[in-house]
């Protein structure tokens, strides 16, 4: 089946060592539907040509920090995004693990052209396998991090240059084919995926079936905070990292 876009996400590394959003949850109340700022529209970021969809879900993620802090929209060129992560992998297409990204953008940061560091707090695991959970993370304004392993048939929903839902549930995770996308909203139906220049929708039997991480990401200090999140809680965590 003819492959319209790459895919480039590692096999999930379940460290020990992430802190879990359980354990800086203070929101229990789960709202019935979310999306992110449309104003932050999708971008490609190369991900039809190279397997860098790790650093464009990054890319998205620092796009909505941005816009709500400084009502500001980044904008890079796909090359500048492809440039960013073949800098990441020594020029070498071979994808990249999330949890070594999202260390990557906590310690050291994205570097853009004009100069400035774009960094993040830190990050969490999400339980995906708990619906609540998965709503109370997507819903905290940001979206998340997520990672997948797609069925050999992912690229049917692409026929013909169109888009329809993933709702095919009838093939088995596949891991050679991990991608990363960035979780942008919900409702009752469709989890939706902001991934490859536009929004996918995926059924929640979907997401269940062939999610394998997901991760919320923390603002950089001093930014916009989460409602739902306790800093204390946050900073206890961190503390007992070993």
């Known amino acids: 089946m003819d492959r319209p876009f790459k895919l480039g996400k ?4 379940h460290d020990r060592r992430n802190i879990l959003f359980r354990d800086i949850l203070t929101q229990q109340a789960v709202p019935d539907t979310y999306s992110v700022d449309p104003t932050v529209p999708p971008v490609m ?5 190279v397997g860098d969809c790790v650093m ?7 796009r909505q920090i941005t816009w709500k802090n400084q009502a500001k929209l980044l904008q890079l060129t796909d090359d500048q995004i492809v440039q960013e992560y073949l800098d990441r992998t020594n020029g070498h297409d071979v994808g990249m693990n999330i949890n070594d990204a999202l260390n990557w953008l906590t310690n050291v940061g994205w570097i853009f052209p004009d100069g400035t560091t774009y960094t993040i707090a830190g990050y969490a695991q999400v339980d995906f396998t708990n619906p609540d959970e998965l709503k109370l993370a997507a819903s905290g304004h940001l979206g998340l991090v997520t990672g997948v392993e797609l069925p050999d048939n ?4 692409f026929a013909n240059n169109t888009r329809v839902p993933w709702t095919d549930t009838s093939q088995p995770p596949d891991n050679h084919e991990g991608h990363c996308m960035y979780l942008e909203g919900y409702d009752p139906t469709y989890i939706t995926f902001d991934t490859w220049g536009g929004y996918e929708p995926a059924t929640w039997a979907w997401g ?3 999610m394998d991480e997901c991760f919320y990401v923390l603002p950089p200090v001093g930014s916009y905070q989460d409602p739902f999140v306790s800093l204390d809680a946050l900073h206890a965590a961190q503390e007992a990292i070993p």
């Open 10 to 13: 590692k096999a999930a590394r």
């Open 56 to 62: 464009v879900c990054l890319y998205n993620i620092l």
């Open 208 to 210: 269940k079936l062939y």
């Open 154 to 157: 992912w690229s049917a929903a």
């Open 45 to 49: 970021g190369g991900n039809d040509r």
